[in-house]
Structures are given as structure tokens and as C-alpha cells.
């Protein structure tokens, strides 16, 4: 006969199981649609889009994320993720790490059920947390927005070595907090926010009732290994203009998290100016404390719940309590996911609830700016001027618009005020030498681009713009030199490859010529003229039958290869033929 204690342990496995279960099954039904979600302006932009260490899965990229900072980040892990999503999804990548970001919410939602379960030696607590966990609207934005990964993959890590470190106090096993150590440092290495980790071993140690002197002692080395990526996040963040996006434990605003929690009305988007309305960041900051606080009130449901019992009324009452709020949160998450669904829905919403948002503007104009609908995009970039002056961003893309309709005395003045306002704003200094390119002060022009070099040494397009700028000036090794700084920078650039294969063409090294015109085929076989210009590169070496190759092909691509360019070459191989048969 089985004893009754073996009964018990077999009906709590059963309900974890069949709980855990629901609520992943509810995580699912809830968040099926992110996948084919986009992708939003800002950060997405900043350090997904635009970042090219995460396009290309090699050695260099690989040692750059670890041995330097993006958008004032380093997160090496996250980046590397990003690399691999990317590798896997193709064309689909954007799909891809959607879909990664779900998988990694649901391991957390398993992990944090298993630790609060350990922790408790109740089912129940560890149920509710994991259901508040799972289906709450603060944590959106963890889950459907592309820039979350760090939140995620932190919080996994995160959440893996203090379930390693509960194993070393229930059983004492030295190896449990290694690799607790270890899950620590990938945490660190993934998000700054993992620097909370030794504070919930000291509360931990404290629930198992360790000393707190003696628990704060044994966490020395914790303690100074997050001051050493608190520093590294310092560092990483100086010089950037944005320091709230860049390092956002600035603006955590406790207060408000807890209302949120409680009441969560008027939820939007990532909010990037948290002291201009006070509002927190959502993802960074309330993903991981949010564990914590579901833990409690999964604890302490649990525990009102049963002296409630003396009182029926008040029983049923704390049961429908709970009931009526988790019914209100999920109903919250439904209908505000879609929010998330593209960059307009998602700035639209910010608008919405905070009107005088001046970033929100700015962003949502960049959605349109990208999308070719120039006349909204204008729309929101003079909105997010008129709200605040020193909106230097908004007036940099307001002059792109204008350089893309040829309104260059516009583009300038938009320029312009831009430096007024930030001299330190590279990406203005650049595009004003742009425009000074396109009515023919390359004076000025020169002088904006070596602005723009010496403010960013790591931007590619600054050098290939100098470049340019040598070339028409005929200093072709000058143009040269910059051409193939903008290369080792960004490699995989076709328009780097093309204009420095023409500067060699020029000045006569005709072989250099055609492995830069190769490498361009190589990112683009499409461009007919790319072909015609290899052709006539091999021609001048000699290589008649290579370039009536390429010839061919470009006529076939469209280039209009004249017929008595292919009769001649024709001509020079049979004649080549005739001498070697000689």
C-alpha cells in the first residue's frame, strides 16, 4: 500500500504539470501573433537594423561585440544572438528572432515557476506568479519588441543561476554555485541589469535564514564583479546623447512600476524619455524586478488566501479578488499587443496617451520617412521641433527629406540648426557635407566630412563621401585610401567596392580594378554595368575572353553593350587564337 506522503507528492506533480501547462498554452494563444510582427523605429533601428556586426556571423564581428559597445551598450550576448537569429532566419530573420524572443519568455515563465516552487514548497505560489508573470501587459514589451533581447536573455541567465544557487542551499553541492557564477556572468554579459543578482542571494539567503552579515561577506566577489560592468556600462554609455536609452537604470521609477503593476492603465510603448512625463522603461526595467514582485504576491495570495479561511465571506472574496484582476490584466494584454504590431501602430499609441512627446514624433516620422510617405513624415518631424526646439535628430531627417527633393537651400538651413543645436552630432555635420557635395562646394563639403571623421572615426559612409570628394578633385590616392578605409569598416558595402574599382580604373591599376568590381558582383550580380565595367577592366589587362564573357552577360542584363565592342573583342581572341596556332 502506497504511503500517503507518496500520494501528495504525485497529486502536486500532477497539478504543476497540467498548471504549468495552462499557463504556457495561455503565454502561446496570447503572443501567436508576434512572430509576424515588424520591426519598430529606435533602437530596433539603432541596434538591430543599422548594426552591422549582427548581419554577418564571423570571427571579426564576433570579437568586435566583445571588445566594444554599440548605441552605448555592451551587451555582447545579446548581439551575438541577434547573429545567429539571423543566420538561421535569412530573409526571415525578422520573423526569427520574434520568434525567439517568445521561446525565451516561455523558458523564463518554466524557470521562475521552478524557483518559486523550491523557494515555497507550495504549488500554488509558484503557479501564480508564473500565470502573473506570463500574461501581464508590462511585460509586452519584453516579448514583442525586437530591442528586448537583452531583457530576455538576461533574465534567463538571470533566472538560471539563482535556481542553480537555490539547489546549492537545499543540497550544499559546491558545483550548483559555480555555475551559478557562471549563468551570473553570461546574465551580466547579456543586460546591466543583472548587477541586482547578489541583493536576491542575500534575500534568498535570508528566507533560508543565514546571517545577514555573514550572507553579505560571501558575496563579495558578486559585488565587485557588478561594479566592474556597471563601470564598463558607464563607460559604454559616454558620449552618447540619449544616456536614458543607452543606460536606462537612470530613470527606473519605482513608484509608477508598482502602480502599473497593480493598475495597469494607459500602457504604451517603450517610453524613451522617462523624465520628461516620468514614465519608466518598460522592457529594461520591470522584465526582472517583475519576477520578484509576481513571487510575492503569488506568496502572498497564498497566504491571505488561507487565514482567510476562518472568515467564508472574506474567502470567497479574496478568490474572486484575484479572479476579476488576472481576468483584467490578460484582457489588458489582448488588447494592447497590436500596439506592437509595426512602428505606427506603436508610436501612435505613445501620442495617444502622451500628446506633448516630442521623441514619440520623431520616431513615428521615421517610420513614415521609411516607408516613402515624406509629407507625414515632414508632418512629425516639424511636430516634434515645435515641442521642443532642441530636437536636433528631427531637424537632421527633415533636412534628409528636403536633400531627397532637391531642395537643397532647405536641406542646409535643416543641417545646419541641427549643429546649432548638438556641434556634436556627427550624422548632421556629414549630411550637410552632402548637400554641399550636390551644389558644388566641396570645400565645404571636405570640411563637414572631416567633422564628421573626427567625431566618428567608425563611420564608413563619412570616409566613402571624403573619397568622393578626392576623386573629383582628381587625388586619386587620397580617394583610394578613404575608399578602402570605409571597406575594412563595412565590407560588405557594394557601392564602397564599385566607386573605389572605378578610382583604380583611373589611375591605371586595372588588375586592383577587377577584384573590387568582382567583390561587387559578389554582394550584386544584378548590376549590368558592374559587369561591363569588370569587362573593360580585364580588356585593359589582356583578358579578352573574360570580358567578352562579362560583356555578354551585361548586354543580357540590359547594358547597352554596343555590337561592335563585342565584334572587337571577337576579333582580338581569334587573332590571340591564330598566334598560338602559329
Known amino acids: 500500500m502506497k504511503s500517503p506522503q507518496i500520494n501528495i507528492q504525485k497529486r502536486e506533480t500532477l497539478i504543476s504539470l497540467l498548471g504549468l501547462f ?21 533602437l530596433d533601428q539603432e541596434l538591430l537594423i543599422e548594426n552591422r556586426l549582427v548581419y554577418f556571423f564571423n570571427s571579426s564581428n564576433v570579437t568586435d561585440m566583445f571588445f566594444s559597445a554599440t548605441a552605448g551598450r555592451y551587451e555582447p550576448l545579446t548581439f551575438l544572438s541577434y547573429s ?35 523557494m515555497s514548497n507550495k504549488v500554488m505560489p509558484a503557479l501564480i506568479a508564473s500565470l502573473i508573470f506570463a500574461l501581464h501587459p508590462l511585460n509586452l514589451d519584453a516579448v514583442a519588441w525586437l530591442s528586448a533581447r537583452n531583457t530576455l536573455l538576461c533574465a534567463f541567465f538571470f533566472l538560471s543561476a539563482l535556481l542553480s544557487y537555490v539547489y546549492y542551499l537545499k543540497q550544499a553541492k559546491t558545483a550548483y554555485r559555480n555555475i551559478s557564477v557562471i549563468f551570473f556572468l553570461l546574465a551580466l554579459l547579456s543586460n546591466i541589469m543583472a548587477v541586482l543578482y547578489p541583493f536576491a542571494l542575500i ?70 524619455q522617462p523624465f520628461q512625463h516620468g514614465i519608466w522603461q518598460a522592457a529594461s526595467l520591470t522584465y526582472i524586478p517583475f519576477m520578484g514582485l509576481a513571487a510575492l504576491t503569488g506568496w502572498a495570495f497564498c497566504y491571505y488566501y488561507k487565514l482567510s479561511r476562518k ?18 490584466i490578460a484582457w489588458t494584454s489582448v488588447q494592447r499587443l497590436p500596439d506592437w504590431k ?32 515624406f509629407e507625414k513624415a515632414k508632418f512629425d518631424y516639424t511636430r516634434s521641433i515645435m515641442l521642443n526646439d532642441n530636437s536636433y535628430k528631427a531637424m537632421n531627417n527633415l533636412g534628409l527629406i528636403y536633400l531627397q527633393e532637391k531642395a537643397l537651400r532647405l536641406a542646409l538651413a535643416e543641417f545646419s540648426n541641427s549643429i546649432r543645436v548638438n556641434e556634436d552630432f556627427y550624422k548632421a555635420h556629414l549630411n550637410r557635407g552632402l548637400t554641399y557635395m550636390r551644389i558644388g562646394k566641396n570645400e565645404l563639403a571636405m570640411e563637414n566630412m572631416d567633422r564628421a571623421i573626427e ?80 569587362s573593360l577592366a580585364r580588356v585593359s589587362q589582356n583578358k579578352f575572353e573574360a570580358g567578352l564573357e562579362d560583356a555578354i552577360i551585361a548586354q543580357s542584363l540590359g547594358f547597352p553593350v554596343t555590337e561592335d565592342y563585342i565584334k572587337g573583342l571577337t576579333v582580338q581572341i581569334l587573332e590571340l587564337d591564330s598566334i598560338r596556332i602559329e
Open 22 to 42: 495552462i499557463i504556457l498554452g495561455s503565454t502561446i494563444l496570447l503572443y501567436k501573433s508576434v512572430p509576424d510582427f515588424g520591426w519598430i523605429t529606435g
Open 84 to 118: 545567429i537569429d539571423i543566420g538561421m532566419g535569412g530573409e526571415d530573420a525578422i520573423r526569427t528572432i520574434h520568434l525567439m524572443n517568445l521561446i525565451l519568455h516561455l523558458l523564463n515563465i518554466i524557470i521562475l515557476f521552478r524557483l518559486v516552487k523550491l
Open 203 to 272: 534575500v534568498l539567503d535570508q528566507i533560508e535564514g543565514k546571517e545577514l552579515k555573514k550572507s553579505a561577506s560571501e558575496k563579495v566577489f558578486l559585488f565587485l564583479l557588478s561594479m566592474a560592468f556597471l563601470i564598463i556600462a558607464l563607460l559604454s554609455a559616454e558620449g552618447q546623447q540619449d544616456i536614458e536609452v543607452a543606460y536606462p537604470l537612470l530613470s527606473f521609477a519605482p513608484g509608477l512600476f508598482l502602480l502599473k503593476y497593480f493598475v495597469p492603465l494607459g500602457i504604451s510603448g517603450l517610453h524613451l
Open 311 to 328: 472568515s467564508r465571506y472574506f474567502h470567497v472574496l479574496i478568490a474572486m479578488g484575484f479572479a476579476v484582476w488576472m481576468v483584467w
Open 342 to 373: 509595426s512602428s505606427a501602430s506603436y508610436w501612435n499609441r505613445v501620442i495617444e496617451l502622451y500628446p506633448e512627446d516630442f521623441q514619440a514624433y520623431f520616431y513615428r516620422g521615421d517610420h513614415w520617412a521609411m516607408n516613402a510617405d
Open 455 to 534: 567625431l566618428n572615426p567608425d563611420e564608413p559612409l563619412a570616409y566613402y563621401n571624403r573619397g568622393l570628394i578626392f576623386e573629383r578633385a582628381n587625388l586619386l590616392d587620397q580617394a583610394i585610401e578613404d575608399f578602402s578605409r570605409a571597406i575594412r569598416l563595412d565590407p560588405y558595402k557594394y557601392v564602397f567596392y564599385k566607386d573605389r574599382g572605378k578610382a583604380f580604373v583611373w589611375n591605371q591599376r586595372f588588375q586592383e580594378a577587377e577584384l573590387d568590381f568582382s567583390r561587387a558582383l559578389e554582394l550584386d550580380p544584378s548590376d549590368p554595368e558592374m559587369w561591363f565595367r569588370r
